[in-house]
């Protein structure tokens, strides 16, 4: 049984009684994936990217999460925390209804990371090779199985995609200028 108030559940409600017939896992994704290429933390530039993916011009009220989201993330990459907080359904969601979440997660990460990059022959070798590693995961959906080793395998793709945006988003930010300092005369 899926609990029904989680984030992820209350965005895919959201987005189902929207019209919308996008996973909240792409859609997160979509929004890391273009934030750790470089694309900054500007409302309409997200607005415009996730109006694509969602097909249509969002409501208010899918607006208003969609500003929320990115917010969220805004914090989790230019914060202290060394970790992101996934969008995907809990872990008493079935493991296949999981692991294609993952995939849409990975799919949308890469399609953002796609769109906004400037230049990936600047990525290092290891920002590439968590690239390669996020096109192998979007595949992932029907590679586990109900049961242990299936889960722990889930759980450690998991921890490594919660580390894995940050790396991406240290090497292509834009280095914001320190505020000016007030001067004492």
Known sequence: MTIQNSPYQAFATLLTSSGHNVSPAE????????????????????LIDAAELLESEPQDNVRSALIGL???????LTGDDVT???LLPTDDAPLTERAVA??????????????NC??????????????????????VQDALEESE?????YMEVMEYLRVAPL??????????????KPSLH
């Open 27 to 46: 859609l997160h994704g979509l929004l890391l994936g273009r934030s750790c290429a470089g694309a900054g933390f500007d409302a309409e530039g997200w």
């Open 70 to 76: 990115q917010e969220m993330v805004k914090g989790e």
């Open 84 to 86: 992101v907080v996934l």
């Open 102 to 115: 993952l995939g849409q997660w990975c799919q949308g990460f890469l399609s953002g990371f796609g769109l």
């Open 118 to 139: 400037r230049d990936s022959s600047t990525l290092s070798t290891e920002a590439t090779e968590v690239l390669q590693d996020l096109a192998a995961i979007s595949q």
């Open 149 to 153: 080793d299936g889960e722990t395998d």
């Open 167 to 180: 790396l991406l988003f240290s090497e292509t930010k834009k280095d914001v200028p320190a505020a000016a």
